[in-house]
């Protein structure tokens, strides 16, 4: 399993929200993908952290070239995506 932890900072959280909703499901909805989440940090509103779960490095890799990470990235300057900090972590699949 591949786990995606980090944070962004949005200039414009009202404008990137519509975009964001967006991005979620869409990567939610593509094969290999367990979880993908974004949560305001309560204490600092403009910190966006991430969080991603993907069953395979080859299902991270066909998501990075998707049409909607496309738009989503494409959108960056109009709400002001800066400070992007994610790390990629290799783990051990859930168990229960």
Same mark, same amino acid.
């Given at each position: 399993?591949?786990? #995606? $932890?980090?944070? #962004? @900072?949005?200039? !414009? %959280?009202a404008a990137a929200r519509p975009h964001m909703e967006t991005m979620i499901r869409a990567s939610r909805g593509e094969a *290999?993908?367990?979880? &993908?989440? &974004?949560?305001? !940090? %309560?204490? !600092?509103? *403009?910190?966006? @952290?991430?969080s991603e779960r993907w069953e395979s490095r080859a299902a991270l890799d066909r998501h990075l070239v998707s049409d909607h990470i496309r738009a989503w990235r494409a959108c960056w300057p109009e709400v002001g995506i800066s400070d992007r900090s994610l790390r990629l972590y290799e783990a051990e699949? $859930?168990?229960?």
């Open positions: 399993m591949i786990v #995606i $932890e980090g944070t #962004i @900072r949005v200039g !414009d %959280l *290999g993908c367990i979880d &993908y989440a &974004y949560a305001v !940090d %309560l204490l !600092d509103p *403009g910190l966006v @952290r991430v699949a $859930e168990s229960v």
